[in-house]
Every structure is written in structure tokens, then in C-alpha cells.
């Protein structure tokens, strides 16, 4: 027979038990109490703008908060970084990730001796992905990604592609060369479209490429598609193979552009969970369907925070390596 002690015990036990989701709901329920920032790395009109803002106004939609985005260019992210690093961890500071993210400490050391984005940052959301496109002028000899690096072989340091210097395509055309043993030549263009442009009219001869913007092109004829370094093959283009598919490159990982959020280290929980929810949530609505799916072809995510960050550190160590082979790191 139990004594009243235990009794006692064993009745609080229940209680305690029965209330803990309680009181976590009533945690979540009660943030933010009020407007959370979103900083973004880059001035207004952007991709990023374009996307939080249409976030942050299907997340008030959903939940009855407020939201601001604030912008923070300059350094090729870094100031945003270094600012959003300082803020308190409380939950009302989010900071919009993309490929610059594990970029930029990849290459420039002196920015990763300033700001470790293991230790600085709490992921919460890969939001959404898509896969890069092998895409070459069709005026190449190659109409597939075999027959590409055959010819690529054939002809050393004929060959040359569109890619801003230090950034995802420019790293992953380098470990391509790494790992094949292919010598070509890197162009730099200030963005996707600007080298979009200039495969189109055989300035160079071939570029990694979005699908959003790529599509039209590859639809029209005027761009053709070997390849995705994605995880998979895209829905819109089923029909073409990811590059261990083809056979040629077989142990070359696969590699996504993302878009995430994260938040400074030290985040409660709390907050955590509830953004990853609601993100996870608005980043799936018709809304954002149009602009992320059908305008530039990313699928929505909305991923753990466990996952992301599995993610980020498996992308920053990716590019400090390739960036080190490759003699494209500056003190």
C-alpha cells in the first residue's frame, strides 16, 4: 500500500505532466509580443526583399503579429552578419540566409577569424531550395553532360563560364575541375541574369544556372540543359538527370541553392520552434507559390532547425575546401 508521501508524489507527477504542454503552448502563445525584425543582407528590390516581405505579410496574415524588414547591405553580407551577431538573442532578430551565407567565410578568412556563423547564428528554417543547371550555348558540341566534359577534355582551356567571383556557381565549377581534372576558365558577370545573357550570345560558353530564370531559354531553344547539380531532378524538367545520373561524376555531392533564417545564438527554444512553424507554414501558401515555384522555380522547404544546420555546416566545409584547393581564399 503507497504512504500519503508517495501518493502525494505520484499525483504531482501526473499534474506536472498533464500541465508541461500547457505551459509550453502558453509560452508560444505569447510571442512575439511585439514586432519581430527581419534583417536583410542586401538594399531593397531584391530577391530577398521580395521574398520576406511576401513572408513577413502572409505570417501577420496567419497569425495576427507584426513584422519589420530592415536592411543591412554592404560587404557581401558581412555587415548584415556582424550586425545581426550583436543583437540580443530574444527572438525578435531574424536574419535572412542564402548562398552567400557559408560563402563568404568559405572564402575570405579574415571575415571567418571575425564572425564563426557556427557559434554566431541559431538556424530555424531552411525555407526553400532549388537545384543549379549545367546550361551551354546550343551552338556547343555536347548534348549531354557526358558529351560536355568529353569535350571539355578535348579541348583544355578552351572552354570558359559565367560566374561572379566567390560565390556558389564560381565554387562548384571549381570543384567540377577538381574532381575531373578539366581545365576551363571562369568570367565574371555582376549577376544571373547578366550571365544568362552571355551564354546566350556565345560570349562564354556555359554557366550553372537557376531554373527560374533559365527556363524561358531552355523552353525557347535558346539555352540547353545537360544537367542539374541538384539533390534530384526538378518537376519541371523531369527529363533532366542529376550528375551522378549521367555517370560521368559520380561521387560529385549534389548541391542546392537554399534560402533560409536564422536567428542570433542563444534564441530560446520557444521562439525557435514557433518562427520555423509559421515560416514553414506561409512559405507553403499560394502567396509565395507564385513568386518561389512558378517565377524561380524553388520548392518550400521549411525544414527543421536541426536539419539546417546540418545543411549549413555541410555546405561551409564543402566551399573552405574547394575555396583552399583552388587558392581563392584572401587573408
Same mark, same amino acid.
Given at each position: 500500500?503507497?504512504? *500519503?508521501?508517495?501518493?502525494?508524489?505520484?499525483?504531482?507527477?501526473?499534474?506536472g505532466?498533464?500541465?508541461? $504542454?500547457?505551459? @509550453?503552448?502558453?509560452?508560444?502563445?505569447s510571442?512575439?509580443?511585439?514586432?519581430?525584425?527581419?534583417?536583410?543582407?542586401?538594399?531593397p528590390? /531584391?530577391?530577398?526583399?521580395?521574398?520576406?516581405? @511576401?513572408?513577413?505579410?502572409?505570417m501577420? *496574415?496567419?497569425?495576427?503579429r507584426?513584422?519589420v524588414?530592415?536592411?543591412?547591405?554592404?560587404?557581401?553580407?558581412?555587415?548584415?552578419?556582424?550586425?545581426?551577431?550583436?543583437? $540580443?538573442?530574444?527572438?525578435?532578430?531574424?536574419?535572412?540566409?542564402?548562398?552567400?551565407?557559408?560563402?563568404?567565410?568559405?572564402?575570405?578568412? +579574415?571575415?571567418?577569424?571575425? @564572425?564563426?556563423?557556427?557559434?554566431?547564428?541559431?538556424?530555424?528554417?531552411?525555407?526553400?531550395?532549388?537545384? #543549379?543547371?549545367?546550361?551551354?550555348?546550343?551552338?556547343?558540341?555536347?548534348?549531354?553532360?557526358?558529351? @560536355?566534359?568529353?569535350?571539355?577534355?578535348?579541348?583544355?582551356?578552351?572552354?570558359?563560364?559565367?560566374?561572379?567571383?566567390?560565390?556558389t556557381?564560381?565554387?562548384?565549377?571549381?570543384?567540377?575541375?577538381?574532381?575531373?581534372?578539366?581545365?576551363?576558365?571562369?568570367?565574371?558577370?555582376?549577376?544571373?541574369?547578366? %550571365?544568362?545573357?552571355?551564354?546566350l550570345?556565345?560570349?562564354v &560558353?556555359?554557366m550553372?544556372?537557376?531554373? %527560374?530564370?533559365?527556363k524561358? &531559354?531552355?523552353?525557347? %531553344?535558346?539555352?540547353?540543359?545537360?544537367?542539374?547539380?541538384?539533390? *534530384? =531532378? &526538378?518537376?519541371?524538367l523531369?527529363?533532366?538527370?542529376t550528375?551522378?545520373? !549521367?555517370?560521368?561524376?559520380?561521387?560529385?555531392?549534389?548541391?542546392?541553392?537554399?534560402? /533560409?533564417?536564422?536567428?542570433?545564438?542563444? !534564441?530560446?527554444?520557444?521562439?525557435?520552434?514557433?518562427?520555423?512553424?509559421?515560416?514553414? =507554414?506561409?512559405?507553403? +501558401?499560394?502567396?509565395? &507559390?507564385?513568386?518561389l515555384?512558378?517565377?524561380? %522555380? #524553388?520548392?518550400?522547404?521549411?525544414?527543421?532547425p536541426?536539419?539546417?544546420?546540418?545543411?549549413?555546416? =555541410?555546405?561551409?566545409?564543402?566551399?573552405?575546401?574547394?575555396?583552399? !584547393?583552388?587558392?581563392?581564399?584572401?587573408?
Amino acid at each position: 500500500m503507497l504512504s *500519503k508521501t508517495t501518493r502525494r508524489g505520484l499525483v504531482a507527477g501526473i499534474a506536472g505532466a498533464v500541465l508541461a $504542454p500547457a505551459v @509550453l503552448r502558453a509560452e508560444s502563445d505569447s510571442y512575439p509580443e511585439r514586432p519581430v525584425r527581419f534583417i536583410i543582407p542586401s538594399a531593397p528590390g /531584391g530577391s530577398p526583399d521580395i521574398l520576406t516581405r @511576401l513572408l513577413v505579410d502572409r505570417m501577420a *496574415k496567419n497569425t495576427g503579429r507584426q513584422f519589420v524588414v530592415d536592411y543591412r547591405p554592404g560587404g557581401g553580407t558581412s555587415v548584415a552578419s556582424l550586425y545581426v551577431s550583436r543583437q $540580443p538573442a530574444d527572438g525578435y532578430t531574424i536574419y535572412y540566409t542564402g548562398p552567400s551565407f557559408t560563402v563568404t567565410p568559405a572564402v575570405n578568412r +579574415h571575415f571567418a577569424r571575425s @564572425l564563426d556563423i557556427r557559434a554566431a547564428f541559431a538556424p530555424v528554417t531552411m525555407a526553400a531550395a532549388a537545384p #543549379f543547371l549545367v546550361v551551354v550555348n546550343p551552338s556547343l558540341p555536347a548534348r549531354s553532360f557526358a558529351e @560536355l566534359i568529353a569535350w571539355l577534355r578535348a579541348n583544355p582551356g578552351l572552354a570558359n563560364y559565367a560566374a561572379n567571383a566567390a560565390t556558389t556557381p564560381h565554387l562548384l565549377m571549381e570543384q567540377l575541375r577538381q574532381q575531373l581534372g578539366l581545365d576551363y576558365t571562369a568570367v565574371g558577370f555582376g549577376g544571373e541574369a547578366e %550571365g544568362i545573357q552571355a551564354v546566350l550570345t556565345g560570349r562564354v &560558353h556555359m554557366m550553372l544556372a537557376i531554373i %527560374g530564370p533559365a527556363k524561358p &531559354h531552355i523552353d525557347s %531553344g535558346t539555352l540547353r540543359v545537360l544537367a542539374t547539380i541538384g539533390s *534530384k =531532378r &526538378h518537376r519541371a524538367l523531369p527529363e533532366v538527370p542529376t550528375i551522378p545520373e !549521367t555517370g560521368v561524376a559520380p561521387q560529385f555531392e549534389p548541391a542546392d541553392i537554399w534560402l /533560409g533564417y536564422v536567428a542570433p545564438a542563444g !534564441t530560446p527554444d520557444t521562439a525557435i520552434r514557433w518562427l520555423q512553424r509559421e515560416i514553414s =507554414r506561409a512559405v507553403r +501558401h499560394p502567396d509565395l &507559390h507564385a513568386v518561389l515555384v512558378e517565377q524561380q %522555380g #524553388f520548392e518550400p522547404v521549411g525544414s527543421d532547425p536541426e536539419a539546417f544546420r546540418a545543411a549549413i555546416l =555541410r555546405d561551409l566545409n564543402r566551399y573552405s575546401q574547394v575555396a583552399a !584547393t583552388a587558392g581563392l581564399q584572401t587573408n
